[in-house]
């Protein structure tokens, strides 16, 4: 495909093998175009640090931004994938991406948010609950996330914890689940100043992770400390749409207080027979008293499953145990790569890395 000078309506973009295209401008990511345009390509951070967007370039030219190694390796680079959240056009460009979806292509807003409640579930997680403006309903899927616009422009992701239909009910805002990173800019005023009615800015939804309802495939749901939170979500549209497939939740902490839900776990899984859940501790105390599953969340999948070859996997959680999981289940489960969906946690200083 030959370079052309950008029109001023900007690159053309084609995604294959659906054949969706959405035009450009040389001045914004082909993902933030995507997006701008209602284009549900596959994403998580948007930061280049998790590797979600990555996707062939089949044509033409694009300029890559800076980003981790292990979101796109130079390897991968050489061989033609690109980050669409790092990507400029140059050209008009064609991707191959295997999640294009109306499903996920909600409209992004901006609006105002009045803190409802604050109530702490463990030493270092709050669970926040947002009002949202009255007669503005905020269209999601449950699984996809927030940004919080601070005041200085900077902006901080966090997975909404509970499902859409939720919100209809009177009186029910978002529901947030944060851990508070100490020195962290947004998280010590949640766990310092905030109080309740105070006004916040959010812009949303984002993200590609949601469930695939098109499938009967069962599911292994994999979700390390407030990574259950998007987790949650979904477990609560199973349950609302009354979705059999059968489904696993594996939820990995240090301690059992960092499986700051558990209570409410156990009372979905004695109301629907299709979930199990299988809690697993990593770094376990005497004082603890705990005789449950131990080591690494992601291998407890591996000890019980010989083979995911036939499953979906919703995985969620601090970026080494999501990177890990894909990487073994894949490897060595013969779990397909496109039935790995996934919602890295990313912080501020996961983008910091190399």
């Known amino acids: 495909m030959t370079s052309a000078a950008p029109s001023e309506a900007g690159f053309q ?33 948007k930061d280049g640090a998790c590797g979600s967007c990555k996707c062939r370039k089949l044509s033409g030219s694009v300029i890559l931004a800076s980003h981790q190694s292990k979101a796109l390796s130079a390897e991968e680079e050489l061989a033609g994938f690109v980050l669409t959240c790092r990507a400029h056009a ?16 909600f409209p992004i807003r901006k609006m105002p948010a009045r803190v409802q409640a604050l109530a702490k ?82 812009e949303g939804p984002y993200g590609s992770f949601f469930l695939r309802e098109d499938s009967d495939k069962p599911m292994v749901l994999l979700a390390s400390g407030t990574g259950f939170a ?4 979904l477990i609560e549209h199973m349950r609302f749409k009354a979705i059999e497939r059968p489904a696993t939740l594996y939820w990995g902490g240090r301690r059992p207080e960092d499986l700051y839900m558990d209570d409410w776990v156990r009372t979905q899984v004695a109301e629907m027979p299709h979930l199990r859940y299988v809690p697993v501790i990593s770094n376990a105390v005497p004082e603890d008293n705990w005789t449950g599953r131990t080591g690494f969340v992601h291998r407890a999948v591996m000890e019980d499953f010989a083979d995911l070859s036939g499953h979906q996997v919703y995985a969620c959680g601090a970026p080494v145990v999501v990177d890990s999981a894909k990487r073994d289940y894949v490897a060595e489960r013969g779990l397909s790569e496109d ?12 983008k910091a890395l190399p």
Do not use: W
């Not at 933030?32 to 951070?45: M, S, V």
């Not at 140059?90 to 292509?105: F, M, P």
């Open 230 to 233: 998007p987790i949650k979500a």
């Open 90 to 105: 140059e050209s008009d460009v064609v991707l191959e991406s295997r999640q294009v979806s109306e499903a996920g292509a």
């Open 121 to 202: 579930q463990s030493h270092d997680v709050v669970m926040l609950r947002l009002q949202l403006p009255a007669g503005e309903p905020l269209q999601f899927h449950a699984g996809q996330y927030i940004e919080f616009i601070l005041r200085d422009g900077t902006r901080r992701s966090y997975s909404m914890a509970n499902a859409p239909h939720t919100l209809q009910t009177p009186g029910t805002g978002i529901e947030l689940h944060i851990r508070h990173l100490p020195g962290g800019k947004f998280t010590d005023h949640v766990f310092g100043a905030m109080k309740e009615k105070e006004i916040l800015r959010i």
């Open 339 to 350: 039935e790995f969906y996934a919602d890295a946690f990313t912080t501020e200083a996961d």
């Open 13 to 45: 973009i084609t995604v294959e093998p659906s054949g969706r295209h959405f035009m450009a401008q040389a001045d914004e990511t082909i993902l933030a175009a995507g997006i701008r345009q209602g284009i549900g390509l596959p994403y998580g951070c």
